[in-house]
């Protein structure tokens, strides 16, 4: 009936994302830190890639975290916990981006800069290349309307399908399609030279 | 042929009208955005293969793929001390939000029922095979006004393979004991609901469910 092997006892990180939900549900601080710290990753690398700078993105999570506190009596089980979570980060990315002024280039290219570099190429050459595409990448990322950014972000770099993404951003699975699709074409127009 | 989607009302109300558009159709009556996804799946068709206008969609789409790879696969990580901040405000201000009345000679006393509950499901996780989900305590008032023998609701998830009957019947001994000796409250009703299974080792990120 027992297994030798099995843990006497069960930590927030051993327990399933259901009993977690539950038990912060319930007012458990600790299960919260735990969904916390198993989505912070994620929710984080949207931020980034969303606001274009690492310590708006630092912000955006924090408040984005506490709100899902306050507000995790209301979660209901209809989507799963990580679309909920990304759904909350998204509406506190796209209010600070709405709050700041048009005129400012949302992403700090050094800050762009600085994120770069992850995949190493052969020659110094190719990684200049490499590292020149992706800051050239980045810029256009950022110079994307706030919707499609959101759209391309979450299909593209965070790999999520279409259902989850208009989930997410609180429209239809057409209009998602459409702004991704039009992201993808602008960004394919400005890649071209790295081609 | 794919045709060009409408959008329902839901879809357009409140946005941007250029940004709600449908996916424009290709020269040959391609829907552009499916040849780009085929394009990035790697099941282009037929047509799309032959084609000079799914061609150059499906030039872009690789085009771009490659560098959007590189840049997911950047390694970001948030500093630990955003997590770290969160919980601090969490605590600072946490509200006793239900109370469970004590009985005390010295004046009137209460329990936190979070805090309790927090308690009780520490017995059942320390129990081999068994998980505390739900834990709800709630002490009604006995005929008189005092407060009565508290009564415990709880869900578990239970270990692949555990011998249901005896050990509910053992959470439900653990959970007596723990609200009269670590809780100081008579517990007369322990009711347990087996909610899910685990295994070991995929008990992390489990879809849940009933059973």
Same mark, same amino acid.
């Given at each position: 009936?027992? +297994? ?12 399933? *994302? ?7 549900? =319930? ?12 989505? $912070? ?13 690492? +310590? ?5 999570? $924090? ?47 050094? *800050? ?12 110094? &050459? ?16 950022? =110079?994307?309307?706030?919707? $499609? ?6 299909? &593209?770099? &965070? ?13 239809? &699975? ?22 | !042929? ?55 969609? /499906?030039?872009? /789409? ?15 990580? %948030? %500093? ?35 805090? /309790? ?9 320390? !129990?081999?095979? !068994? ?8 002490? %009604?008032?006995?005929?008189?006004? /005092? ?26 001994? !653990? ?31 489990? %879809?849940?469910?009933?059973?």
């Amino acid at each position: 009936m027992t +297994s030798a092997a099995a843990p006497v006892v069960a930590t927030p990180t051993d327990l399933d *994302e259901q009993t977690l939900v539950v038990r912060a549900q =319930e007012g458990d601080v600790r299960a919260f830190e735990a969904l916390a710290r198993r989505h $912070q990753v994620a929710l984080y690398r949207l931020a980034v890639r969303v606001l274009g700078n690492r +310590s708006d993105a630092e912000d955006a999570l $924090q408040d984005a975290l506490l709100d899902a506190w306050r507000r995790i009596g209301s979660f209901r089980g209809d989507a799963a916990f990580s679309t909920w979570l990304y759904r909350i980060v998204t509406n506190r990315c796209l209010g600070l981006l709405r709050r700041s002024r048009p005129t400012t280039p949302v992403a700090d290219l050094s *800050e762009a800069g600085d994120v770069v570099g992850a995949t190493r190429a052969a020659s110094p &050459e190719r990684q200049a290349e490499l590292d020149a595409g992706m800051t050239a990448l980045a810029a256009a990322l950022a =110079e994307l309307p706030h919707d $499609q950014r959101v759209c391309f972000v979450l299909r &593209e770099l &965070e790999g999520l399908d279409y259902t989850e993404i208009a989930e997410i951003v609180g429209t239809g &699975e057409t209009t998602v399609r459409g702004r991704i699709h039009r992201a993808r074409k602008t960004l394919a127009e400005v890649m071209r030279p790295w081609r | !042929m794919a045709l060009t989607p409408r959008l329902t009302p839901e879809e357009t109300r409140g946005t941007d009208p250029v940004d709600t558009g449908p996916v424009e159709l290709l020269a040959c009556g391609r829907d552009a955005a499916e040849v780009w996804d085929h394009a990035a799946a790697g099941t282009l068709d037929e047509h799309e293969r032959d084609c000079p206008h799914c061609g150059a969609a /499906a030039a872009d /789409a690789r085009g771009l793929e490659e560098m959007v790879g590189h840049l997911a696969g950047q390694s970001l990580v %948030p %500093p630990e001390t955003v997590v770290d901040r969160v919980v601090g405000a969490v605590l600072a201000e946490l509200r006793p939000r239900d109370l469970i009345p004590l009985d005390s000679p010295h004046g009137p006393a209460a329990l936190d029922a979070a805090a /309790a509950a927090a308690v009780l499901r520490g017995v059942v996780d320390a !129990m081999a095979g !068994m998980r505390a989900r739900s834990c709800r305590i709630t002490r %009604p008032s006995a005929p008189g006004g /005092a407060p009565g023998p508290a009564e415990v609701a709880m869900t578990v998830t239970a270990r692949f393979g555990v011998d249901l009957a005896s050990t509910t019947a053992r959470v439900r001994q !653990m959970v007596l004991a723990a609200g009269e000796q670590a809780l100081g409250v008579p517990v007369a009703r322990v009711d347990i609901e087996v909610v899910d299974v685990f295994v070991d080792g995929a008990g992390t990120d489990g %879809p849940g469910g009933s059973s």
